[in-house]
C-alpha cells in the first residue's frame, strides 16, 4: 500500500453516500410500486371496456427491471367472440 | 392534551432507549408533564437507563388487560416530580399487547400528560408498529451509518402508511435525530454527514447527539444524561432538541466537550 492508496481509504463517506442514495431510490420504487400497477390496471382496464367487454382477470399488468430501462408490460387476453362481435360492429 | 411522540429507527443499538430517557428528562426539566412509555415487551430496558428498575410492579400489558389500572403501573422519578414511566413487560410476549388495549391507554395517558414519548422496540414487527400507531410526532434516530440510515427509510415509509394519522390523511410530523455524530470523523470524509443524511432522507433535523463517554456513564448510573452531566455535549444537545420540540427556533449546532491538551492526544491514540 502506497501513501496515496492510504490517503485513498479515508474518503469512505462518499462510496456510502452514493451506495445509498441508489439502494434507496429502487427500494423507494419498489414500495410505490405496487400502488402505480393497480391504478395503471384501474385505468387500462376502464378504457378498453368502453370498447371490448374485458375483466379484471383479463388484463395483466407488470414490470420488468433490466440494467437501467424498466419495461411495462401490459397483456390483454380477449376472448375470440367478444372480438368478432367487435368487428363485425365495426 | 398531549402530544404523542414515537422515538423510533428500524435498527437496534442506534440510542432509541437512551434518546427516550434524555429527551423526556429535557422536557420533564422544561416543566413539562411527561410520560415514557417502553414498548419492547420482553426486552424492557428503559426502566433500567432511567434507574427504576427496581420500582416495577405492574406493567404495559397489566393495564392493557386490565389488570392494574394506570395510575398503579405509572412509576414518577426520584429525580423530577413531572416525568412518569410506563414499563413495558419483561416476561410476556408482544402478542399480549392488543391494538384495542393499546388505544385505550394511550387515549387515557393523552388526557393525563403534556407529552406521551413511546419507546420502539427495533424492527417493523409489532411492537414497533403498535408503537407508532397513535404518534402525532415521531423522532427517527439515526446513525451516520449506512445501515442505519436505510432502515431509517424504512421506517419513515411506515410512518406514512401504518399510523392513524397517515390513514386519516394528516401525516406523522417527522424529525431526524443523528446520534453518535463524530464531527472531525465527518469531516475527515471517514463517515457520513449530517448533510448527507439530510438529503438522502429529506426529513428535518431536531438534533445532532456528538458520540460522547458521557452516554455510557449515564446509563451505567441509571441517570438520564441531562440529569448527570447536564453541561456535556451530549446533554446539552438533547436539551437544545427537546426545545426544538416544543417549537422553539434554535441554531443547530454540534456541541462539543472541552478537553484539554492531553485529553486530546490520549484520546486520539486510544482511538
Known sequence: ?90 | MATVLVVTSGKGGVGKTTSTASLGAALAQQGQKVAVVDFDVGLRNLDLVLGAERRVVYDLINVVQGDARLSQALIRDKRLDSLFLLPASQTRDKEALTSEGVARVMAELRDMFDWVICDSPAGIEKGATLAMRHADMAVIVTNPEVSSVRDSDRIIGLLDAKTERAERGEPVVKHLLLTRYDAARARRGEMLTTEDVLEILSIPLIGIIPESQEVLRASNLGTPVTLSAPMSAPARAYIDAAHRLRGETLPMTIPTDKRGFFGGIFARRVA
Open chain 1, 1 to 90: 500500500m502506497n501513501v496515496f492508496n492510504m490517503f485513498q481509504k479515508r474518503s469512505s463517506a462518499p462510496v456510502a453516500r452514493e451506495r445509498l442514495q441508489i439502494l434507496l431510490a429502487h427500494e423507494r420504487a419498489a414500495r410505490g410500486a405496487p400502488d402505480l400497477l393497480a391504478l395503471l390496471r384501474e385505468e387500462i382496464i376502464a378504457v378498453v371496456t368502453r370498447h371490448v367487454p374485458v375483466g379484471h382477470e383479463n388484463v395483466n399488468v407488470t414490470t420488468h427491471r433490466n440494467g437501467d430501462v424498466s419495461t411495462l408490460e401490459i397483456n390483454i387476453d380477449i376472448p375470440n367472440s367478444v372480438k368478432a362481435r367487435v368487428i363485425v360492429n365495426a
